[in-house]
């Protein structure tokens, strides 16, 4: 079985600090693990995954994630925020890529 | 590479009648497509996968005969909310994968407002 925890529902930081985005995932099998960004009324985007290469998964706008199979974790870093970070914030794990878990997401807001 | 289209983009329509989504992958063939279902404020809810050529694969306590889909060739999925009532007003988002990826490519989705 597999299964996706957010632990934060809502973060807020100001612009300029960093962020941290909580997720812990189970999974039965080694799995992938993805984070995806959402704005108002549009589509996913994905940020970075990670498919069992390096542990340290780089992604785009500055993001990263580091996979911790100790912990179970899966968290999403950024140095420092920029207000177009604010968005909700989904992490899924997959076995296969043909079932997705969803986290329930996470709402980031950044103070000017 | 791995884009994903829908179209509409936003459909708003009166309540009985029926709406049809498409999404499309544009650059590459996906074996196995997906419909998810999102309120606001919320995460995704998977309705249903199809296989090309294949009876879609639905979620339990999604309505097969209220959300049809069809995914007639390797670049078409379609679904289709027939007699449309205001509950099912919702973003509706596709995605597709292929064997090749261990992971689903996500189109931008429809908005769908039933008056």
């Known amino acids: 079985a597999q299964s996706v925890t957010q632990l934060d529902s809502h973060v807020s930081v100001s612009e300029g600090t960093p962020v941290l985005l909580r997720c812990n995932y189970s999974?039965?099998?080694?799995?992938?693990l993805f984070w995806y960004v959402q704005h108002p009324n549009k589509g996913l985007q994905l940020l970075l995954k990670y498919t069992s290469a390096a542990t340290l998964v780089k992604g785009i706008n500055g993001f990263e994630a580091e996979f911790k199979k100790s912990e179970t974790s899966f968290h999403l870093t950024k140095p420092s925020a920029h207000m177009s970070d604010a968005a909700e914030y989904f992490c899924?794990?997959?076995?296969?890529?043909?079932?997705?878990?969803f986290g329930t997401g996470t709402s980031l807001t950044v103070i000017p | 590479g791995a884009v994903v289209s829908q179209h509409p983009s936003w459909v708003i329509c009166k309540s009985g009648t029926s709406v049809k989504i498409e999404c499309r992958s544009l650059d590459f063939q996906a074996t196995t497509m997906f419909w998810y279902r999102q309120f606001p404020k919320q995460s995704l809810m998977l309705m249903a996968t199809?296989?090309?050529?294949?009876?879609?694969?639905?979620e339990q306590g999604v309505e097969k005969d209220k959300f049809l889909i069809n995914h007639a060739s390797l670049t078409l999925s379609t679904l289709t909310v027939t007699s449309a009532h205001p509950e099912d007003s919702s973003f509706y988002i596709c995605?597709?994968?292929?064997?090749?990826?261990?992971?689903?490519?996500f189109g931008p989705g429809t908005r769908l407002t039933v008056l």
């Open positions: 995605s597709a994968s292929t064997y090749q990826h261990n992971e689903q490519f």
């Open positions: 899924v794990v997959s076995a296969t890529g043909n079932q997705f878990y």
């Open positions: 999974s039965s099998y080694s799995p992938s």
């Open positions: 199809s296989n090309e050529g294949s009876k879609a694969t639905y």
